[in-house]
């Protein structure tokens, strides 16, 4: 079956960079949305930039824009999330997800789907 696996966090300075990957395994994801959540210790989950499949459009939260860029390859086997100028704020787990609603400034994005599919995370410690 499909799974998302997330790579590429870990422990970084403020100011630093660092590029998150998700693969996708088991088959071909054909999803209309994908997009990259976080989750910090006693917050909920929010999410961070999506990205339309077929029109390639992508949406930001707010405290990332201009520091993060969402991009897919065209095969549609990876999603990468570049953080660039991070800040302590941003620590958190990072989640990649397929399908998933997705709020992103009073914008419900990626809504509709029958099942959406999610990754297990990878930590990001800005520090």
């Known amino acids: 079956h499909v799974q998302l696996v997330e790579s590429g966090g870990g422990l970084v300075q403020p100011g630093g960079s660092l590029r998150l990957s998700c693969a996708v395994s088991?088959?071909?994801?054909?999803?209309?949305?994908m997009g990259w959540f976080r989750q910090a210790p006693g917050e909920e989950r929010e999410a961070v930039a999506v990205?339309?499949?077929?029109?390639?459009?992508?949406y930001y939260i707010d405290s990332v824009k201009g520091r993060f860029t969402i991009s897919r390859d065209n095969a549609g086997n990876t999603l990468d999330l570049q953080m660039n100028s991070l800040k302590l704020e941003d620590t958190a787990m990072y989640y990649c997800?397929?399908?998933?609603?997705?709020?992103?400034?009073?914008?419900?994005?990626?809504?509709?789907?029958?099942?959406?599919?999610w990754g297990k995370g990878t930590q990001v410690t800005v520090s």
């Open positions: 997800a397929a399908d998933s609603p997705a709020k992103i400034g009073g914008t419900i994005y990626c809504a509709g789907a029958n099942r959406s599919f």
């Open positions: 990205v339309h499949v077929k029109s390639g459009n992508t």
């Open positions: 088991g088959g071909t994801m054909r999803a209309n949305c």
